[in-house]
C-alpha cells in the first residue's frame, strides 16, 4: 500500500505524462491534444497511456465476456421461460441496451473521462442538480462493478469447484470450498491488475484470445459431439415455453427474465472509465463500446442455442449439485475428459473478464476519491508512484470483495442480495446521465461556450442527430425506469426470506450511505468539471488549482518530445534545454516530481477554503456572480482591486470612518507587478490563475460583508511584497531555471498556498466566533496566519540569495564563453586575412599572364605588344601549385584547409533555426506536425533497407521565405541524429546564406559546407583515402569548382563501410533557384540525387562469403516551404511531397507526431 505522505503527483513536471508513458506501448509516443482532452475535466493525467485501440477493445470483450456470463447463471435463467425463453429475453434485452450504449457512447464522445457516468452526471443536469446527481450516480456506479467482480469471483470458483467434482462423484460442496476459491481467485486478479499495469493491454489481448477461442472451442463441440440421444429438438430450443417462477402472467415472466440477459449485456461502460489511457478517447471510446456489445451479442446467442441443442435431460440440469453448466457439458461430450476441457475453456475467459472487472472498479473507486466524495479520499485518491495505477483504490475493491465472499460463507441469501444488486445500481448510474442529458437540451445550445457544471457539452467524434438522439435516450431512460422496477420483484412465487429479491433493500441502503456521507462533506464537494471548449462561464473551477503542472512548457518543443523520430534512449529535458539521455532525464524528472507533490494537498485546502467562503458571499448577496479560476489572471485582480478602492472612496465621501482599512488596502497595489511576474512563473499562469482566485474572492468580499477588519489587508498585503524582495531571482528563472530554484520556487508556492488559505478560513468565519476565539485563544490567535506569512519571508529571502548565487555563475560562464568567442574570432581574422591575401595573389596571378599587353614576370606593358595588331605567341605554361601539393596528395586536414570551411558554421545554423519554435503560429505547428506524421515522411525515414531522397514542398505562405517552420523541422532533426551511434548527419540552411554579394551564398559554398562536413566528420573522416584524386580534379577543386567538389563528395560518401545512416538536410533549396545561381544548383541537385540512386544499385564486388558488400545508407531530405523550387525534375514523382494547401488544425497548435520512432 501507498503512505498518502508520499509524493503522488508524480507527473508535476512539464512532461510527465509524456515521454515516460509514451515509451510504454503501441504508438506510445502520445497525442498531447488528446492528454489536454482528458485533463480538461480538472485532473492532472496521473496514470499513463498504456492502451491501443485494439486493446481498449480486448478490455470491453473480456470485462463484458457475454457469452461467460449468460452461461454462468443458465440455469436461474431457464427457469423464465425454458430456453426459447433465454433466447427470446436475450435478444430483447440487448435491443435495449444497444441503446443505452448508443447513449453512453455519445457523452464518452462528448466528455471523455474515466469516471465514467460519475462525470457525465455530474455536468448533463447542470449547475443547481449536477453535484448531487453525479454524487448518487458516482456511488451506484462504484459499489455495483465492486458487486460485479464479487459476482464474476463466486461463478469462476464455482467453475473450479466444479471441475473438482467432476472426479469425485461423492464429494459434497460446502459453502467454505467455494470461499477459498473465491478469496485465491480473487486476488491473484487484483495483483495482476495491481502490479503488472504496463502488461494490462497485452493480457486483455489475450483474455481476448482466450474468450473468442473458448467460445468457438465449445459451440463447436456441443454441435458436433452430442451423446446418447443426440441433439435436442428444435421445438425444445425454440418453442417450448416453460414457466417454472410462479407467476401466473407468462407476459410478466418474460420481463423478468431479461434480467439475466441484462446480467450478460448489460455494461457498456466499462471502457468509458480508461479514458485516461488511451490516445484520442474521444474517438476510441465509442468504437470500443460498440465492438463490444455486437462481438458480445454475436458470441453469447451462438454460445446459447449451441448449449441448449446439447441438453438431453434439463431436469438433471437443473438438479445438479453444484454449477448446472457441468451437467449440459457433460451431455454434450458424454466423457469427464471433455467436460472438463470445456470447463477449462469457460474458466480461463470467466478469469479474464474477473481481472477487468477489477481494471474498473478500481478506476470507479479511484475517481470518486480524487474528488473526496467517498470516505478515506486522502488514501483512495493515490496513484502508485511507480506501477502508475489507482493502487490503493484497487486494493479497496478487493478487500470489500473479499468482505462479501465472507458474508457468502455465513448466508448465501445475504451474498446473492448484495451481488443481485448488480444490474440495478448500475442502471440508475446510466439513468442519473442519460436522463438530465435530455431534460437540459442535449446538444442544442452547444454553439455557445459550454462551462463546469453546464449542459452545454460540445458534440464529439460520435454524435447522433437530435431526432435520432432524442427518441434513443427517451427509449434507453424508459427502459431503465420501468425495469429497475421490474428486477426488483422475488425471482419466483411463493416466496420466504431465503429466496426474498434484495436488490431493492441493498439499492436503498447504499444510497442512503450516500445521502448521509453527503451530510458530512457535501458543503465541501467541488466535483467533475466540465471540458474546456473556449471561453466559458463557469463556478468555482477550483479543482484547476489542484490539477495542473506545474512548471512551465513550451508547447513547440513537443514537436521533437512526443515525436517517435527520437532515437532510444534520447529524451529533451527543460532544465538543460537539451536532448539528453533517458537516465540524466529521469533524475531531473524525479527532483521535479519531489519538489512539487507536497503542494498537492495544501492546494485541496484552499480549494475547500475558497469553495466555503463563496458560498457564505452567496448568501449574503446572491448577484455576486460567478468565479472562474481557470481563467483567472492578475489583470483580473487588480479590475476587483480597482472596484473596491471606488467602494471605499464612496464609503469615505459619505462620512463614513473606515480607520486603517482603507490605508491597508491601498498597499496592496504597490507590489502588484512584480507579484504578477511571479505569478506567471508558475506553469504559464495555470497555478497563478488559481492564486489570483484566491486574491479575487478576498477583495470582492470587501463589497459583501462590508466589515473587512484591516488586519485581513494587512496580512494579504504581506504576500506580494515579500515577493517583490526577490526581484533578482525572478529576472533570471526563466533564463538560469535551477533545480533549486525550482525547489525553492515549489517550496514558496505552498507557503503563499497556506497563508491564502488561513486568510480565507478568517475571512469566512464570523464576528461572533472570531471575538470567541479571541478570548479563548488570547494572542495565539491569528498567529498561524503569521507564521505562514514569515515563512513566505523567509522562503523570499532564501530565493534572491540563491538568485544571486545562480546569477554569478552565469556570469563566469558569460565570460568563459566571451573569451573563447574572443579567440575564436582573433584565429579566424588572422586566418580569413592570410586567404585574402593568398586570394588576391593568386586573382592578380591570373590577369598578368591572361593579359597581352602585360609580361607576366615584369608586370609592365610589353612595346611590342603597344604597337603590333596581331597579339603575341605565349608557350603553354603549366600552372603552378601551392607548396606542399605537386608530387603528393593532400592530407584531409590540408583538403579542409584549402575548402576554407568554417566547422562551426553548422552549429551555428541549426541553433538560429531551432530559435525559430518561439515564432511558430499554430497553423505552422500543424502543418509541420501533418508533415512529420505523413505517408511519405514516415516511409522515407523509416525504410532503412536503401537510400532515399525526398523533397518536401511545404506549400505556406511567401513570408516564410527565410527561415520557415521546415528549416525548424530540419534543424531538430539533424540534431538528434547527430547523437546516435547509428546515424551521422550533414546540413545546409540555405535561407541563412543567401546574400547575393556573399560569393559563397550559392549551390558552391552548400557543397562546400556539406563536403566539409563530411571529412570533419568524428568517425566517418578517419576512413577516406584520396587516391581518386587526379591532377586535374586537384586543379578544379583548387580553382573551387563546383563539378570538383560535387564529385570528391560522391566518391567519399562511396567509400563509407560502416553500417551507419547518412542523413543530409538541405532546407529552403529555393532560394538557390534564382537565374544566377540555378545552374550551379542543378549540379549539385543532379549530384546528389544520383547518388542514392546509384547506391540503392547492387555491388558488383562481392565478400568472401558471396554477399553484398555492405554499403551506407543515405537519406537526402530537401525542403522548399513554398511549391516552386525548380529542382522538382531531379526527383521521381515518389520522391516529392506536395503538402495539403489546408491543413486540419485538430493539434490545437501542438505538435505531435505519433508513431513515429526508429
Partial sequence: ??????????????????????????????????????????HVQEVERNFSLLSICSVGLVTGNTWAALGGSIAIAIYNGGPPGVLYEFIAVSMFYWLVAASLAELASSMPSSAGVYHWASITPGPKYGRICGWFAGWWNTFAWICGAATMSSIASNVAVAMYGLYHPDYIVARWHIFIGYIIVTWIACSIVLFANRALPMINNIGLAFILGGVFITIVVCVVMPSGTGHATHSFVWADWANDTGYSSNGFVFLAGMLNGAYAVGTPDCVSHLA??????????????????????????????????????????????????????????????????????????IFCTLIGTYITAGRCLWTLARDDAVP????????????????????????????????????????????????????????????????????????????????????????????????????????????????????????????????????????????????VKGNTYVGPQASIHGNQESDISTVALCTKPRLPGDAAIEFMKTSGMVPDGIVYDKGMDAFVSTSVASEEEEKIKRFWSDTTEDSRKLCKAITKLHEKLAEKDPKSGKLDFRQGTWEQVMKEFNKTLEFYKAQRKSGKKLGKVFDSFQKLGENAEIFEQWLQLLSNGDYGSGVCGAFKIILGAATILRNIDQTIYEMLQKIPEEIGHAQRYLKIYSDVNGVKLVQKTALLFSAVLNALEEIIILLTKGRGKKFFKAIIFGEKYGSKIMECLKRVQTLSKELDKEATTCDRVRLQQMDGDIHAIKSLLSGDLKEGFHKFKQRLSGNMHQFFISNPSLDPHTRRPQLDCLTSSQPPHHKSRPKRVKSGITGSLPSISELIEMMGYDNSQPFGDIKTCQLERENLSLDDKDRVSHIAKSEKFTSWLFNTDKSGSLLILGNMSENQAFISPLSYFSAELSQIYAQSDSTATLSFFCGLHSDSFNPRDNARGMINSLLGQLLSHDRLGKCFDLQFMNERLLTQFKDDSVEALCCIFANLVKQIKESVVLFCFIDTINLYGTRARVIENATVMRMITKLVRDLNKPSKKSNTNGNQKMRVIVKVLVTDPGNNCGVEEFFEDEEQYLVEEYIDGNSQGVVVMDGLGP
Fill in 376 to 519: 478515506f479520499s486522502n488514501w483512495l485518491h493515490i496513484i502508485h508512484p511507480r506501477h502508475k495505477n489507482p493502487f490503493n483504490a484497487t486494493i479497496a475493491c478487493g478487500l470489500c470483495s473479499t468482505i462479501l465472499g465472507a458474508i457468502y460463507v455465513g448466508s448465501s441469501t445475504a451474498f446473492n442480495a448484495f451481488v443481485g444488486s448488480f444490474v440495478v445500481l448500475l442502471t440508475l448510474s446510466y439513468l442519473a446521465s442519460i436522463l438530465p442529458f435530455i431534460l437540459t437540451g442535449r446538444f442544442t445550445r452547444s454553439s455557445k461556450a459550454p462551462g463546469p457544471y453546464n449542459n452545454k457539452m460540445v458534440p464529439g467524434w460520435f454524435v447522433m442527430g437530435n431526432i435520432v438522439g432524442y427518441t434513443i435516450n427517451i427509449i434507453s431512460c424508459a427502459y431503465i425506469i420501468v425495469f429497475v422496477v421490474i428486477y426488483c420483484f422475488p425471482y419466483a412465487t411463493p416466496f420466504d426470506a431465503a429466496s426474498m429479491n434484495y436488490s431493492s433493500l441493498i439499492a436503498g441502503a447504499l444510497s442512503i450511505a450516500a445521502a448521509l456521507w453527503w451530510v
Fill in 276 to 349: 485516461e489511457e488511451i490516445p484520442n478517447p474521444k474517438r476510441n471510446i465509442p468504437l470500443a463500446i460498440g465492438a463490444q456489445m455486437s462481438i458480445g451479442f454475436i458470441t453469447a446467442f451462438a454460445y446459447t442455442i449451441a448449449i441448449f441443442y446439447s441438453i438431453t435431460d434439463l431436469d438433471t440440469v437443473l438438479a445438479a449439485p453444484f454449477f448446472p453448466l457441468t451437467q449440459i457439458y457433460l451431455q454434450a461430450t458424454g466423457s469427464t475428459a471433455g467436460t472438463t476441457g470445456l470447463l477449462f475453456a469457460i474458466f480461463f475467459p
Fill in 1 to 42: 500500500m501507498i503512505d498518502p505522505k508520499e509524493p503522488t503527483l508524480c507527473d508535476f513536471s512539464p512532461n510527465s505524462s509524456t515521454y515516460k508513458s509514451e515509451k510504454a506501448t503501441m504508438t506510445d509516443r502520445k497525442n498531447h491534444s488528446h492528454l489536454a482532452e482528458v485533463n480538461e475535466t480538472g
